[in-house]
Structures are given as structure tokens and as C-alpha cells.
Antibody, heavy 117, light 110 residues
Framework: QVQLQESGPGLVKPSETLSLICSVS????????WNWIRQSPGKGLEWLGY???????NYNPSFRSRLTISVDTSKNQFSLNLKSVTAADTAIYYC???????????WGQGTLVTVSS | EIVLTQSPGTLSLSPGDRAALSCRAS???????LAWYQQKPGQPPRLLFY?????ARAAGIPDRFIGSGSGTDFTLTITGLEPEDFAVYYC?????????FGPGTRVDIK
């Protein structure tokens, strides 16, 4: 059974970098694409980007200048780094497994990140 | 970027009722790569079906959930609402980047 679990700080200061890890169990990172999505009351669900096992990425242009998504196949994890955060980046961050035809099949439970001094 | 509009914003219905939720795209969704998700409080979105059609129903999704549509107009129908169906429903297109979500339709108990 595929399971994803987000981890990382729940509080980040403005202007700093938000860093999260998604640990994947029950599956390898091959074949699929691995996504980050966030959800905030003001903006709903926003897709941030994805990474393939190869390391190739696809980012939402709205975040491209601040976002890095990378993969660590040895640990079966992928990560998100969002720099220069503001209060507007406060949200629940989800990781999810994607497939070209089947969309976002499996999601982590999400982790709340608050940007505040 | 494809903008998805969902209507209505809220549906107030009773158990046993039929719900019809609309999702309209600002341009044609490539290969009808549109998915529907259900979300309950404190939980992540749950995939209902992909490829716009209920022929591509995710595992464990009851057949009272029916998806239809193509191009720019898509519909999620729930025939005979069960108590566990009261939730927020989102559509999402993943045919072109950036992937985008609709704002959601809340189905609540009348």
C-alpha cells in the first residue's frame, strides 16, 4: 500500500526558506511523478510542481523563481524548498503521487506550515 | 493557465437526494485529463475518478458517483447521497501545465 508522509518545521520566519520532505513507502519513485500541492483558505488548492525520479522537474510558473523540488532515490524521499516566504505562504502542504493518466492518486495527510515571526 | 470554475459554490441537500456539480474550464482540457476529488475536514483530497469519466473510477469509489463531460464542461453526479458524501468536491485538470484546481463545491446537509 502506497503511503506518503510530509515532515518539516511547522513554523517558518518571513524571508526564510520553507523546507519539507515527503517520505514514500510501499512504492519506489520510478514511473510516477511526485508532486507538492498546498491549500490555504484564501487560495484553495494550488499545485506547486513535481519531480521525476530522474530529477527532472515541472514547476508552476507562479512559484518558479522561489521553488526547488528534488528527489533522493536512496531514501525514497522527495523534498520541497520554497525561499523568501511571506505570510501568504502559510498553508497546508501536501505531497502526492501523480500518474500521467490517473492524476493524483495518493496523497499524504498534509502538514501545516505557518509563516510568522 | 486553465482556470476551472465550479458551480454551485454550495449545495444543501438531504440524504437520498441527487447532486449535480459542474466544472467548467476556460479552455479545452487536453485529452480530457480532468479529475474529481472529495475532501472532508482534516483529510487530504481523495481521488474519485480521472480522465473525466466514471469509467476511470478510483479504487473503492461507489458507483453512485458518476463523472461525465469533455472539452470544457464536466459534471460530477452523485445519485442518492449517503451521509458520508457530505464534503467538498474539487475538479482538477492535469492535461496542461500548470495543473489547476477549481475552487470547490461544498455539499452540505439541508
Amino acid at each position: 500500500q502506497v503511503q506518503l508522509q510530509e515532515s518539516g518545521p511547522g513554523l517558518v520566519k518571513p524571508s526564510e526558506t520553507l523546507s519539507l520532505i515527503c517520505s514514500v513507502s510501499g512504492d519506489s519513485l520510478s514511473v510516477y511523478y511526485w508532486n507538492w500541492i498546498r491549500q490555504s483558505p484564501g487560495k484553495g488548492l494550488e499545485w506547486l510542481g513535481y519531480v521525476y525520479q530522474s530529477g527532472s522537474t515541472n514547476y508552476n510558473p507562479s512559484f518558479r523563481s522561489r521553488l526547488t523540488i528534488s528527489v533522493d532515490t536512496s531514501k525514497n524521499q522527495f523534498s520541497l524548498n520554497l525561499k523568501s516566504v511571506t505570510a501568504a505562504d502559510t498553508a497546508i502542504y501536501y505531497c502526492a503521487r501523480g500518474q500521467t493518466v490517473r492524476g493524483l492518486e495518493y496523497w499524504g495527510q498534509g502538514t501545516l506550515v505557518t509563516v510568522s515571526s | 493557465e486553465i482556470v476551472l470554475t465550479q458551480s454551485p459554490g454550495t449545495l444543501s441537500l438531504s440524504p437520498g437526494d441527487r447532486a449535480a456539480l459542474s466544472c467548467r474550464a476556460s479552455q479545452s482540457v487536453s485529452s480530457n485529463l480532468l479529475a474529481w476529488y472529495q475532501q472532508k475536514p482534516g483529510q487530504p483530497p481523495r481521488l474519485l475518478f480521472y480522465g473525466a469519466s466514471s469509467r476511470a473510477r478510483a479504487a473503492g469509489i461507489p458507483d453512485r458517483f458518476i463523472g461525465s463531460g469533455s472539452g470544457t464542461d464536466f459534471t460530477l453526479t452523485i445519485t442518492g447521497l449517503e451521509p458520508e458524501d457530505f464534503a467538498v468536491y474539487y475538479c482538477q485538470q492535469y492535461g496542461s501545465s500548470p495543473f489547476t484546481f477549481g475552487p470547490g463545491t461544498r455539499v452540505d446537509i439541508k
